[in-house]
């Protein structure tokens, strides 16, 4: 299944177990029902699943973003991309090389974080389907997470960029979030204000 990116990239969650103090599964259905646009599975982490667990709620995830239409992505695993039959994979500079992605998955999505300039210099953005920009704000959500960069970040990769999809990424929530879109993003992605949410619906909605 082919998804227009920019448009898939509005409303990007990401989540895995160890980010929700409920049933992930109901967490994603509610989501996915309020109009989330893209998700991504990031089992990473103190507490996060591994082995069979991980697989299974993997299968689970899927099946729900199978049956609203929205793309799922696997952060930084080419294992499950392959045992899940995912729509792609995201990954970050320290993780598999974009080049050797795009050799084993010619026609799934690939996405790839970029915090610096160098890291653009030093990154195959020709061979991506989409880049995450951030941290834009600081966010505890990941515990090896860089300084943040601000919105002037967004604004020169748009400005070096004009046509590629770019989503906003780290300490997103609903009042920033319009922020990063009218610095020029496509898009934004978020952990914590969904996970976190006493309204999902009403969360998915103010973003």
Not at 28 to 37: D, H, S, Y
Not at 48 to 62: F, I, P, Y
Not at 89 to 102: F, K, T, W
Request: charged share 25%.
């Amino acid at each position: 299944m082919s998804f227009p990116m920019k448009p898939s990239l509005r409303k990007y969650f990401i989540m895995g177990s160890q980010n929700c103090d409920h049933n992930p599964g109901d967490i994603l259905e509610a989501a996915a029902k309020a109009g989330i646009t893209a998700f991504q599975f990031r089992e990473k982490g103190p507490s996060s699943l591994n082995g069979n667990a991980k697989l299974e709620l993997g299968k689970e995830l899927r099946a729900i973003c199978r049956s609203y239409h929205i793309p799922f992505i696997v952060n930084d695993d080419v294992e499950l991309v392959e045992l899940l039959d995912a729509d792609g994979i995201h990954v970050g500079q320290d993780d598999r090389s974009a080049e050797e992605l795009r050799q084993a998955f010619p026609n799934k999505i690939i996405g790839l974080s970029v915090s610096t300039t160098d890291e653009v210099d030093r990154s195959p953005i020709d061979l991506v389907d989409y880049i995450g920009a951030g941290p834009i704000f600081s966010t505890t959500t990941k515990t090896d997470a860089k300084a943040a960069v601000g919105l002037e970040w967004i604004q020169t990769l748009r400005a070096q960029f004009p046509m590629l999809p770019i989503v906003g990424i780290g300490g997103i929530d609903t009042k920033n979030a319009k922020s990063v879109l009218e610095a020029g993003a496509d898009g934004v992605s978020f952990i914590s204000v969904i996970t976190q949410a006493e309204d999902i619906a009403k969360a998915v909605k103010a973003i």
